[in-house]
């Protein structure tokens, strides 16, 4: 049976040594992703009609800081 004898790729439940290191590489890999794409979309931001109520977006969006200074 295969579940029963380990193979040597660690068998079906793989606990390799160095998990907490790939999972903290693969943390800030991700991170930095959605990082640059959060600022390429803020950059890109544009509203055509002013928000009537107030939106998260508008703590980074230049467009409505520009209009209420």
């Known amino acids: 049976m295969v ?4 193979s040597p790729s660690g068998g079906w439940w793989c606990y390799p040594k ?3 290191s790939n999972t903290a590489i693969c943390i800030t890999g991700m ?3 959605v990082l640059w794409i959060w600022k390429v979309s803020a950059e890109k931001e544009w509203r055509y ?3 009537s109520r107030w939106i998260p977006s508008s703590m980074w969006c ?3 800081k520009e209009t209420k200074s």
Do not use: V, Y
């Not at 579940?3 to 380990?6: A, D, G, L, N, Q």
């Open 18 to 20: 160095k998990w907490k």
């Open 62 to 64: 230049k467009q409505l």
């Open 49 to 51: 009609r002013q928000p």
């Open 3 to 6: 579940w029963r004898s380990p």
């Open 31 to 33: 991170s930095l992703i």
